[in-house]
């Protein structure tokens, strides 16, 4: 059983949202204490990930289960689904509209900069079903 | 330096006002929030041309004190209602982003990411 289950709904069809609950879980783990360097990598890959669910897949889920030792995040949608990971992987690759990027996003550094910062990343995606993207951060990990 | 001494710098307008007494060492100035986040090197300012409420975001997941709006920009209320939720300090100053970023160089403040 985890120190804290958070559970959000991520909505799809409002970019001005996205990242309350980066924020939220933040705010969260400040309050009870969790090591700084750690609480930035789990804010900074969940943000990307909920930026990715808006932009790709209109919205989604956000699970996140934090333990004394760990952080585990997992972002679910019902998108349409990844279908290469290995290029979506690439820094720079991006299928992001134009208008992404006047936002600020979709210079396809995204999925780089998740798996920068977690310590561990899977992805499942099924063409025209979604993505279940996992990622979890250790408290205590040479990444921080 | 202090946010106060980037005021005085840049000439600028406070918008949103946090800690203006906090001390800053490292900044960023970046129109691609990506690249903001790629970089975690204890950066405490964030210069940009880019306003909508997902700077202020990349701020907060960065633990950024003071966003600066160059040549002018100026976010709307929904922007700046949330900046002052987290405590962050918003300026707009009139110069450019190459010639924002170069007069806070020149009075020390640095860009946190070396070149090895």
Redesign the interface.
């Known amino acids: 059983m985890s120190m804290l289950q958070l559970r959000y709904s991520v909505p799809g069809d409002d ?2 949202r ?2 309350e609950a ?2 939220d879980v ?1 705010h969260k783990l400040k309050k009870l204490g969790y090591n700084p360097s750690a609480i ?2 789990v ?2 890959a969940m ?2 990930g909920e ?1 990715n669910m808006v932009i790709h897949a209109g919205g989604g889920e956000a699970n996140v289960d934090v333990d004394p030792d760990k952080v585990v995040i997992v972002l679910t949608d019902h998108g349409p689904g990844i279908a290469d990971v290995e290029k979506a992987m690439q820094e720079g690759w991006s299928t992001a509209p134009d208008n992404v990027r006047s ?3 979709g ?1 396809g ?2 999925l ?2 998740m798996k ?2 977690s310590d561990e990343m899977t992805i499942d995606s099924v063409v025209g079903q979604g993505t279940t993207l996992k990622m979890v951060v250790y408290a205590q990990s040479e990444k921080s | 330096m202090k946010v106060q001494n980037i005021v005085n710098i840049l000439k600028a307008e406070i918008l949103a006002e946090g800690d203006l007494q906090e001390e800053v060492k490292t900044a960023c100035g970046s ?5 903001v ?2 970089f ?1 090197k204890d950066q405490s300012v964030l210069l ?1 041309g ?1 306003v ?4 202020v ?2 701020a ?4 950024m004190h003071c966003i600066i709006f160059v040549r002018g920009k100026r976010p709307d209320e ?1 922007v700046l209602s949330l900046a002052r939720q ?1 405590d962050i300090t918003i300026l707009a100053t009139p110069y450019r982003m190459f010639t924002a970023c170069g007069l806070l160089y020149e009075k020390g403040l640095e860009g946190g990411c070396d070149v090895s």
């Open positions: 970019f001005t996205a990242g980066s924020g933040k930035r990598r804010s900074i943000y990307e930026i936002l600020g996003f210079a550094m995204g780089p900069n920068k910062y | 129109d691609m929030m990506s690249d986040l790629a975690v940009t880019l909508n409420p997902q700077v975001r990349t907060e997941m960065m633990d929904t987290k």
